[in-house]
Nanobody, 119 residues
Framework: VQLQASGGGLVQAGGSLRLSCVASGSVFSINTMGWYRQAPGKQRELVAQISSGGTTNSVNSVKGRFTISRDNAKNTLYLQMTSLKPEDTAVYYC??????????????WGQGTLVTVSS
């Protein structure tokens, strides 16, 4: 099982980006999925999470600007980011709790995708 994140890039303040994260391999089912970010010199923090049933939560700093969603048929997680600010600059990582076809439940991380917001 692996997670592959994509969609990062350089954008001006006020702009938008959409991140994607695809789970592949021996995936049987996926529970909670989430996006985390780590800015230079700071700890990794949770940005937003979504349950298998679609219940979401997000950190206050992104409420109203970022939207997390998932397509269970495609094993794909999304993060639509709008009204981006320079302080959103970070490496964004996806995370998922996955039950594989051997019946083993584990947490997986994607490789990270860099989002840079210029002022």
């Amino acid at each position: 099982v692996q997670l592959q994140a994509s969609g990062g890039g350089l954008v001006q303040a006020g702009g938008s980006l959409r991140l994607s994260c695809v789970a592949s391999g021996s995936v049987f089912s996926i529970n909670t999925m989430g996006w985390y970010r780590q800015a230079p010199g700071k700890q990794r923090e949770l940005v937003a999470q979504i349950s298998s049933g679609g219940t979401t939560n997000s950190v206050n700093s992104v409420k109203g600007r970022f939207t997390i969603s998932r397509d269970n048929a495609k094993n794909t997680l999304y993060l639509q980011m709008t009204s981006l600010k320079p302080e959103d600059t970070a490496v964004y990582y996806c995370n998922a709790e996955i039950l594989d076809r051997r019946g083993i439940l584990s947490a997986y991380w994607g490789q990270g995708t860099l989002v840079t917001v210029s002022s």
